[in-house]
């Protein structure tokens, strides 16, 4: 158990100060994500941009906020959650839409029957407006507490530390602690069945 205990450490401390990431075009490489939000820049010019992540069961919402630059033009985005072969459409053809530096909001919900991994696809219209995008999951998702922003997407940790003085460790207050063993298996933790984490 103790071991298990320092190995969670490490990944919440790794998971701290990790550097910044590229969003992927690729439909083969989503980008992965574990948290509740996202958000970057968005241009029209047809980008297509994919993140996977774990949800389910249940109903997945997801609320896809715009803003356009001031002096841009219409700024919209186009997004569909996939299965995680990018193969069938679980939710399909939503969009966000901001104009002349105004914003936008979209909110759509999916039903998940079961535990699954999805994939989030996003495509900029064309055109000439310029601006931000924000996604938040809420429900049936397994994602944590955290936000990951940044104009390419980078980690950014806020509920996430340890101490070491007192031999405990902090972590969000919901989401799904996953670890995996080194004989491949992996344990699970309902983190909202948690009341302290602690090495010993």
């Known amino acids: 158990m103790k071991k298990i205990l320092f190995l969670v450490a490490g990944v919440?401390?790794?998971?701290?100060?990790?550097p910044a990431f590229s969003q992927s075009s690729d439909?083969?490489?989503?980008?992965?994500?574990?948290?509740?939000?996202?958000?970057?820049?968005?241009?029209?010019n047809k980008d297509e941009h994919f993140y996977s992540f774990t949800a389910g069961p249940g109903e997945l919402t997801i609320t896809a906020d715009i803003k356009g630059n001031k002096d841009s033009g219409t700024l919209s985005l186009a997004f569909e959650l996939l299965d995680k072969n990018s193969a069938s459409a679980l939710l399909c053809c939503e969009g966000v839409q901001g104009d002349f530096g105004g914003t936008g909001r979209e909110v759509s919900?999916?039903?998940?029957?079961k535990r699954q991994t999805v994939i989030l696809h996003t495509t900029s219209n064309e055109g000439n407006g310029s601006g931000t995008?924000?996604?938040?999951?809420?429900?049936a998702t397994l994602s944590g507490a955290s936000a990951q922003t940044g104009g390419n997407i980078g980690v950014v940790e806020n509920n996430r530390s340890s101490s070491r003085a007192a031999n405990q460790i902090?972590?969000?207050?919901?989401?799904?602690?996953?670890?995996?063993?080194?004989d491949g298996s992996t344990k699970?933790?309902?983190?909202?069945?948690?009341?302290e984490i602690s090495v010993q």
């Open 170 to 182: 902090t972590v969000p207050s919901r989401g799904t602690l996953l670890i995996r063993m080194k």
């Open 12 to 18: 919440i401390l790794f998971a701290a100060v990790n």
């Open 27 to 44: 439909r083969d490489h989503p980008t992965p994500i574990n948290s509740n939000e996202i958000s970057g820049n968005v241009e029209n």
């Open 133 to 139: 995008f924000r996604f938040r999951f809420t429900g």
């Open 188 to 195: 699970e933790i309902d983190l909202s069945l948690v009341r």
């Open 109 to 113: 919900t999916v039903k998940l029957t």
